[in-house]
Nanobody, 124 residues
Framework: QVHLVESGGGLVQAGGSLRLSCAASGRTFSTYVMGWFRQAPGKEREFVATISRTGGTIYYRDSVKGRFAISRDNVKNSVYLQMNSLKPEDTAVYYC?????????????????WGQGTQVTVSS
């Protein structure tokens, strides 16, 4: 198992940028597919981005393509989400998640380790 801790959230104006980080404990980080999800008030948790174990395969939800970038550093046991051109509709709690598998997944129930979340608020 890995323990995940997110950081980097905050309040930003529309059009601004934030970089989220997720630090993982343990020495098996490179064996996990990693994902970022978000949950806005009153809405279900939704997929944002996922990255394979080596970083060679990446997927995004359509609404963030071209604005967000996921990356990972297997030496630092960390995964990142660079968010540019932020919009008010990006406001949510952002969670990183780990999946002990080879294939990536866009499904919430495809991941079994979750961080506590970090709030991102985009003002108009």
């Amino acid at each position: 198992q890995v323990h995940l801790v997110e950081s980097g959230g905050g309040l930003v104006q529309a059009g601004g940028s934030l970089r989220l980080s997720c630090a993982a404990s343990g020495r098996t980080f490179s064996t996990y597919v990693m994902g970022w999800f978000r949950q806005a008030p009153g809405k279900e948790r939704e997929f944002v981005a996922t990255i394979s174990r080596t970083g060679g395969t990446i997927y995004y939800r359509d609404s963030v393509k071209g604005r967000f970038a996921i990356s990972r550093d297997n030496v630092k046991n960390s995964v990142y989400l660079q968010m540019n051109s932020l919009k008010p509709e990006d406001t949510a709690v952002y969670y990183c998640a780990a999946r002990p598998a080879v294939s990536t997944s866009m499904r919430v129930n495809g991941y079994d380790q979750w961080g506590q979340g970090t709030q991102v608020t985009v003002s108009s």
